[in-house]
């Protein structure tokens, strides 16, 4: 059975039982709050988030995925143990919601009443065993290279008052039919062990599209795997967004004794005569 179909069946079950029993305690869940981690020293970077949904457990009962924020009837009163675990759209798919595995679950012990609303305000904050490799662009040195072989255009670091996620700077890469293609790399290699969690998060402004990859560095030589494309936005009505994209099956593709690099590209999209794309906040986060 797809996960879509599931979910259905889930709708479908909460309508056919709040018939049956017009009683329903009720439970609202706001927005998600992420927290920093005193245990991490601040390692995590800016907590910029986009984490949409919320999966709901009840007494360890599966009650549903839901789009954060929320109220559901629950069928079922007195004291309860509440699991909200945060979820986010997998590589920006939003038919792809998938509990995002370096966020601590939020959980409570609270009391569900009939015809009562429980209202929960989320909080969670990265695992203490969570790894990280950050860019931000707020430090001075940068690991951030343009390609020097194929890039036209270089990026820049600016604050033009857009009101990014956090921090003050971020990159910018402008493109026209003269400067049509953007190439670069981080310089750092990350050694990420097969078969764990592994994410690339970036915070994104974009008039024109912007693509990730993952290289392999390796005895055998270096190989540049397309990864993610993020999709422009409309001019009149861009604004600053965050995505979480899936490293872990191309890691696990990759060459034994790999380190890893992550890439951007981009061409002037067709039709577009002048674009440009901000990014901030590049992080890896991972386990080993």
Not at 38 to 54: K, Q
Not at 227 to 246: D, G
Request: charged residues 20%; negative net charge; hydrophobic residues 40%.
């Amino acid at each position: 059975m797809s996960r879509l179909s599931f979910f259905l069946l889930l709708l479908l079950g909460f309508t056919a039982c709040v018939k049956n029993n017009p009683d329903p305690s009720w439970l609202e869940v706001t927005e998600w709050t992420l927290q920093s981690n005193i245990d991490l020293s601040g390692d995590e970077g800016e907590l910029s988030h986009n984490i949409t949904e919320a999966w709901v457990l009840i007494d360890d009962k599966v009650i549903g995925v839901f789009q954060v924020p929320f109220k559901i009837p629950i069928l079922k009163d007195g004291m309860s143990n509440i699991k909200i675990y945060p979820a986010i759209k997998n590589n920006g798919i939003s038919a792809t919601k998938k509990i995002y595995p370096f966020l601590e679950v939020y959980e409570v012990n609270q009391t569900l009443t009939k015809n009562q609303t429980l209202t929960l305000n989320p909080v969670t904050k990265y695992k203490s065993v969570t790894q990280f490799w950050i860019e931000d662009f707020e430090g001075v040195n940068i690991s951030l290279t343009d390609d020097p072989n194929t890039s036209l255009s270089n990026y820049e670091i600016v604050n033009e008052n857009l009101q990014p996620f956090n921090g003050n700077l971020y990159a910018k890469i402008s493109l026209n039919s003269a400067d049509s293609l953007w190439v670069a790399n981080t310089e750092t290699q990350l050694s990420i062990s097969k078969g764990r969690e592994a994410y690339l998060e970036i915070d994104y402004h974009n008039t024109n599209s912007l693509t990730t990859g993952l290289i392999y560095v390796s005895p055998a030589g270096v190989t540049n795997n397309i990864n993610i494309r993020l999709n422009a936005q409309n001019p009149e009505t861009v604004v600053w967004k965050k995505i979480y994209i899936e490293l872990r099956e191309l890691i696990g593709a990759s060459p034994n004794s790999s380190n890893f690099l992550q890439s951007f590209s981009c061409y002037l999209d067709p039709g577009q005569i002048s674009t440009e794309i901000l990014i901030d906040n590049i992080k890896v986060v991972y386990f080993n």
